[in-house]
């Protein structure tokens, strides 16, 4: 859960890619218990979550060409849909709050930055074999 590596499909030319510690592009926040390690649909970065507040982790994207690091969004579930028309958009688990008080937890279609782009339900049994495969 510190390191997050890739290596080829022979078994060879492994790499690090990113370790917990590294300071976090968000101001005061540091990379720890990484998770969730995910290719972009078009292979050129990847993105992980990080451990962040108490109700939600942090979701970030590492390119691989420029080694730059950026904060996409909060949430508690991460999935890089690969194919199809919503190629590159993600699946997310958010914690949100209700105006007058408590809170709920549901599945957001994200763009590939974080934007929101159509809320998927509390559940992911009926939409996620969809997307997922």
């Not at 649909?41 to 390119?63: E, N, P």
Request: charged share 25%.
């Amino acid at each position: 859960a510190n390191e997050i590596w890739t290596i080829d499909a022979e078994g060879k030319d492994t790499k690090l890619i990113i370790k917990a510690g590294k300071k976090s592009p968000l101001r005061d926040r540091i990379l720890a218990r990484l998770s969730s390690p995910q290719f972009s649909s078009d292979d050129a970065s990847i993105y992980f979550m990080s451990m962040g507040t108490v109700t939600s982790d942090i979701i970030y994207l590492l390119h691989f060409k420029t080694n730059k690091l950026y904060f996409v969004v909060s949430g508690n579930g991460l999935e890089v849909i690969q194919r199809g028309r919503y190629a590159g958009c993600l699946i997310v688990k958010q914690h949100k709050y209700f105006l007058g008080g408590g809170s709920y937890d549901w599945y957001w279609l994200l763009s590939y930055d974080g934007k929101e782009k159509a809320p998927l339900g509390k559940t992911d049994k009926n939409f996620k074999s969809m997307f997922v495969k």
